[in-house]
């Protein structure tokens, strides 16, 4: 099993502490009301929000990854300029709660940036809310890549919380 690139513990997207040398990133939509929410926590560990942002999500075989569980290993395949840069992951932690459901997922040797990044649905009273959750720093920090990762991450964002409506 190959190590994660970040040094803090793994899951700690989910919660609210920032670890030194990281920037947090935590968005969230208003997706639909309730009755939404079974549909899009489906959607959410079956890698839809990947996908329906243009994102690929393949299983280390290199076939198309399965649905999220604890463990998983891959690939996101990212379009940048009419390329596919790979950035490979483990899934570090599922969450399925009855108002909330999703995951988080780590990086690996590989991939451009360092940290994890979460994935949540949740019902709040009469509403279903998509959340975005991440931590990270650029893999290289002294690139002269590291503000084209950052808004290549705030543009994937939009993607993502689009991605459910």
Do not use: K, N
């Amino acid at each position: 099993m190959r190590r994660f690139t970040f040094g803090f513990l793994p899951g700690s997207a989910l919660g609210d502490a920032t670890p030194r040398g990281y920037r947090r990133l935590h968005r969230e939509a208003v997706i639909g009301t309730a009755a939404r929410f079974d549909s899009a926590a489906d959607a959410v560990l079956d890698w839809a929000v990947q996908r329906r942002s243009g994102i690929r999500v393949l299983a280390d075989s290199g076939d198309d990854a399965p649905r999220v569980s604890e463990g998983l290993e891959g690939a996101v395949l990212v379009p940048v300029l009419g390329r596919a840069v790979r950035a490979p992951f483990r899934v570090t932690r599922v969450v399925q709660e009855p108002d909330r459901v999703g995951f988080a997922y780590g990086t690996l040797p590989g991939h451009p940036e360092v940290g994890e990044e979460a994935f949540l649905v949740r019902r709040e009273g009469l509403e279903t809310v998509f959340e975005l959750r991440a931590l990270s720093r650029p893999a290289f920090p002294y690139s002269l890549a590291a503000p084209v990762g950052a808004a290549l991450q705030e543009r994937f964002t939009e993607r993502y919380l689009r991605a459910l409506l």
